[in-house]
């Protein structure tokens, strides 16, 4: 980092009229007749970097820290007050300082955490000191001088817990089988150090009798499953530090198991750790995964395509096929349990709004564009739903340059089977998805043909012959075959 000549070395005394300490111009100083002399080397300060700062090493409680050996100015002016300093950072920041070389611990760790991040690998910081004398002439006036020293660099590095890439939930869930890794616990896909909270949905266990159980469980990293002592390794669980009860609060990394108790109503928990303060949170899900289609497409009286709330926070989506095969209007309704009616949701239940392409149908809910397939979206918090039609679905991939409106990728309906199907494909390994109406908004993808996921891994299947079925019902999953 260059900085300006006016701070370089060898920069000579300056003294400058004005009142109140007000440091002004230097190229108007104003010399007295009877100059008083003040050293600190070649006429500026004199600074040198200390060795690198740990903040491991720095005790807990510790106000100031040492970050230049210093010589101060020095003044044959009885009247002269004491040198002040300041130091500032990469041409950035400045910070106060003593003559003994220190300045505030907490000013340098914010600095360096908010400028570079928290991971602890060493930082270095450009820096120049500035010292400030005032000597008074008369009651109104005085004399103020500036010294500046060369840059010099500043090393310290952050103190933090070891975080990676992934953690995974082990425990009643997956009746501790430490080769089980559904459960991934993942950050926001950022660093781990600037995004360091983990989450991940896991479904309430349950007792022999079906009623809710408590969880007990561990959290491990993913270096501890290439470990060859799963179970012995120190640092790679985190357990509260009483080891039981509460659903919010810290977390100890200590080896030892942690439950927390059942929740009444319960289908899943959000599981949330922050690996760098070392906080946990739970958070009890009561929403269904699925949310059951019933209306004139069948007769109204099967309750098989689905919609998905994956995150069991209300929130739905997935595809539905309309139509109305009877010439009773091409209307449904949804149900929160298959075939139960009491547990239906009907165009009163979306008080937030019924968009897109689906409208109100009194009691019913209609679908305006007609015999075909929908993208849904549903918030059962916000109530409201959302609709869009599928006016085509295409192949996409390196095969075809990523073109996502290729028209000569475009699949066909079959009313059937439930699923879209193209023949004479040239989908390659090199990677390919599918997409909605011309456009990425909408698109398919996945890293196994048994489940395709919104915004998916691309497929890397090849094939000629592909029928995608996104109704799920046959299948909890969107899916496709490949031949």
């Given at each position: 980092?260059?900085?300006?000549?006016?701070?370089?070395?060898?920069?000579?005394?300056?003294?400058?009229?004005?009142?109140?300490?007000?440091?002004?111009?230097?190229?108007?100083?104003?010399?007295?007749?009877?100059?008083?002399?003040?050293?600190?080397?070649?006429?500026?300060?004199?600074?040198?970097?200390?060795?690198?700062?740990?903040?491991?090493?720095?005790?807990?409680?510790?106000?100031?820290?040492?970050?230049?050996?210093?010589?101060?100015?020095?003044?044959?002016?009885?009247?002269?007050?004491e040198a002040t300093y300041k130091v500032t950072f990469d041409e950035q920041v400045s910070f106060?300082?003593?003559?003994?070389?220190?300045?505030?611990?907490?000013?340098?760790?914010?600095?360096?955490?908010?400028?570079?991040?928290?991971?602890?690998?060493?930082?270095?910081?450009?820096?120049?000191?500035?010292?400030?004398?005032?000597?008074?002439?008369?009651?109104?006036?005085?004399?103020?001088?500036?010294?500046?020293?060369?840059?010099?660099?500043?090393?310290?590095?952050?103190?933090?817990?070891?975080?990676?890439?992934?953690?995974?939930?082990?425990?009643?869930?997956?009746?501790?089988?430490?080769?089980?890794?559904?459960?991934k616990l993942t950050n926001g896909g950022g660093d781990v150090y600037d995004d360091p909270v983990f989450t991940c949905i896991v479904p309430a266990p349950k007792n022999a009798d079906g009623s809710r159980a408590d969880n007990w469980m561990k959290i491990a990293p993913a270096s501890a499953f290439a470990s060859d002592d799963f179970w012995g390794s120190k640092g790679f669980v985190c357990a509260v530090e009483d080891g039981n009860g509460d659903l919010s609060g810290?977390?100890?990394?200590?080896?030892?198991?942690?439950?927390f108790p059942a929740s009444d109503g319960a289908v899943a928990y959000k599981?949330?750790?922050?690996?760098?303060?070392?906080?946990?949170?739970?958070?009890?899900?009561?929403?269904?995964?699925?949310?059951?289609f019933i209306g004139a497409t069948d007769g109204w009286t099967n309750a098989e395509?689905?919609?998905?709330?994956?995150?069991?926070?209300?929130?739905?989506?997935?595809?539905?096929?309309c139509a109305d095969p009877n010439g009773w209007g091409n209307a449904f309704k949804f149900q929160k349990i298959a075939g139960d009616w009491g547990s239906q949701l009907n165009s009163g239940s979306f008080t937030g709004g019924i968009t897109g392409d689906f409208a109100d149908g009194g009691d019913n809910i209609n679908a305006t564009a007609g015999e075909g397939v929908y993208y849904v979206e549903m918030d059962l918090i916000a109530c409201t739903l959302k609709a869009t039609f599928i006016t085509n679905m295409n192949l996409v991939g390196d095969f075809n340059?990523?073109?996502?409106?290729?028209?000569?990728?475009?699949?066909?309906?079959?009313?059937?089977?439930?699923?879209?199907?193209?023949?004479?494909?040239?989908?390659?390994?090199?990677?390919?998805?599918?997409?909605?109406?011309?456009?990425?908004?909408?698109?398919?993808?996945?890293?196994?043909?048994?489940?395709?996921?919104?915004?998916?891994?691309?497929?890397?299947v090849a094939g000629s012959t592909i029928k995608l079925y996104p109704t799920r019902k046959t299948s909890d999953n969107i899916y496709c075959t490949v031949e």
């Amino acid at each position: 980092m260059k900085f300006k000549s006016y701070l370089l070395a060898g920069m000579a005394i300056f003294a400058m009229a004005s009142c109140n300490e007000d440091f002004g111009d230097w190229t108007a100083q104003k010399v007295n007749e009877q100059e008083a002399v003040y050293t600190a080397g070649n006429n500026s300060v004199v600074a040198t970097a200390v060795e690198n700062i740990n903040f491991a090493n720095v005790a807990e409680g510790t106000e100031r820290i040492k970050i230049a050996n210093l010589t101060p100015i020095s003044s044959t002016d009885p009247k002269a007050k004491e040198a002040t300093y300041k130091v500032t950072f990469d041409e950035q920041v400045s910070f106060d300082m003593n003559a003994d070389g220190t300045m505030a611990f907490q000013d340098l760790k914010n600095y360096i955490e908010v400028t570079y991040g928290r991971r602890p690998v060493e930082r270095t910081i450009e820096a120049v000191i500035t010292a400030n004398i005032s000597a008074p002439i008369d009651e109104d006036n005085s004399n103020n001088y500036r010294f500046v020293s060369e840059p010099f660099k500043i090393s310290a590095t952050p103190v933090a817990p070891n975080i990676e890439e992934a953690y995974y939930y082990i425990g009643a869930t997956t009746n501790w089988d430490p080769s089980n890794m559904t459960y991934k616990l993942t950050n926001g896909g950022g660093d781990v150090y600037d995004d360091p909270v983990f989450t991940c949905i896991v479904p309430a266990p349950k007792n022999a009798d079906g009623s809710r159980a408590d969880n007990w469980m561990k959290i491990a990293p993913a270096s501890a499953f290439a470990s060859d002592d799963f179970w012995g390794s120190k640092g790679f669980v985190c357990a509260v530090e009483d080891g039981n009860g509460d659903l919010s609060g810290r977390f100890a990394i200590d080896g030892g198991a942690w439950n927390f108790p059942a929740s009444d109503g319960a289908v899943a928990y959000k599981l949330s750790f922050n690996m760098l303060d070392q906080t946990y949170e739970v958070t009890p899900l009561n929403f269904d995964k699925y949310i059951f289609f019933i209306g004139a497409t069948d007769g109204w009286t099967n309750a098989e395509q689905k919609l998905v709330g994956e995150n069991f926070d209300g929130k739905y989506t997935g595809y539905l096929y309309c139509a109305d095969p009877n010439g009773w209007g091409n209307a449904f309704k949804f149900q929160k349990i298959a075939g139960d009616w009491g547990s239906q949701l009907n165009s009163g239940s979306f008080t937030g709004g019924i968009t897109g392409d689906f409208a109100d149908g009194g009691d019913n809910i209609n679908a305006t564009a007609g015999e075909g397939v929908y993208y849904v979206e549903m918030d059962l918090i916000a109530c409201t739903l959302k609709a869009t039609f599928i006016t085509n679905m295409n192949l996409v991939g390196d095969f075809n340059g990523w073109n996502q409106a290729d028209n000569a990728q475009q699949m066909t309906w079959n009313a059937t089977d439930y699923c879209w199907e193209i023949t004479g494909a040239t989908v390659n390994t090199n990677g390919w998805k599918f997409t909605a109406n011309n456009s990425w908004d909408i698109n398919l993808g996945g890293k196994t043909l048994d489940n395709l996921v919104a915004n998916g891994d691309n497929i890397t299947v090849a094939g000629s012959t592909i029928k995608l079925y996104p109704t799920r019902k046959t299948s909890d999953n969107i899916y496709c075959t490949v031949e």
